[in-house]
């Protein structure tokens, strides 16, 4: 005999479990299907964020907090007086979950900081944040530096170029929609309102005593920024949306 049971059971097994082609064409349309859908609610989200100044980020709800056009166009600004009334409970009846990112050096978070604030001031840091887990995310961030001119803005802008990258499959979606910049920085709210610092005292960042301090800061986050370079870690965004 020129088979056998055994023989056939191995022939079997080496035929090819080939896909029908009418399948193949079902599931190329079914993909182009779901793009187009993508598409369509990325266009949807854009358009909604440009016509509105008023939604977060996710277009989810509207901005808890009220707004100034500060120094920078792209980002949400709030007063001093804000923040006040924030911590006195005006604006309790919309949320309480909200943390405060101090971005200065921790030679002048340690001289005196806003009641609460978390000292944030690397890249790495921010990244760290990202990582947290839905249910210790705060609704609300709020940065700021001493003028909340360079420092602050840089790392929210960061923030939210890290976040849209991580949730780039779910656009709009985010894991920080609502971030805020405090404007006139910590001066500003020193000046405003030293019964919410802690310690109430105000150190400049070129205060003559943490001039060695101010340099060893700078020659590390220069050199972490230039390791990220070399390694290829610096990432651009594809998409360009409203902060």
Known sequence: MNSSPTLSRKSNCLVPNRIPKENRLVNVVKEEEIQDRDVVR?????ERLSDSEELIADCSRPYTLPTICGKHKDLKSITPQTLTDLFSGEHNQFYTDYTIIDCRYPYEYNGGHIQGAVNIYTKQSIDVLLQRSEKDRPQ??????????????????????QDRMLNSQNYPRL?????????????????????YCNPSSYVPMLHEDYTSELHHIRTVTKSQTEREKTRGKSKTMSRVVRF
């Open 140 to 161: 609300i961030l709020i940065f700021h530096c001493e003028f909340s001119s360079q420092r602050a803005p840089t790392l929210l802008r960061y923030l939210r170029a």
């Open 42 to 46: 990325i266009k949807l989200a854009v």
């Open 175 to 195: 894991y920080y929609p609502e971030v805020y910049i405090l404007n006139g920085g910590y001066k500003a709210f020193y000046e405003h309102n030293q019964d």
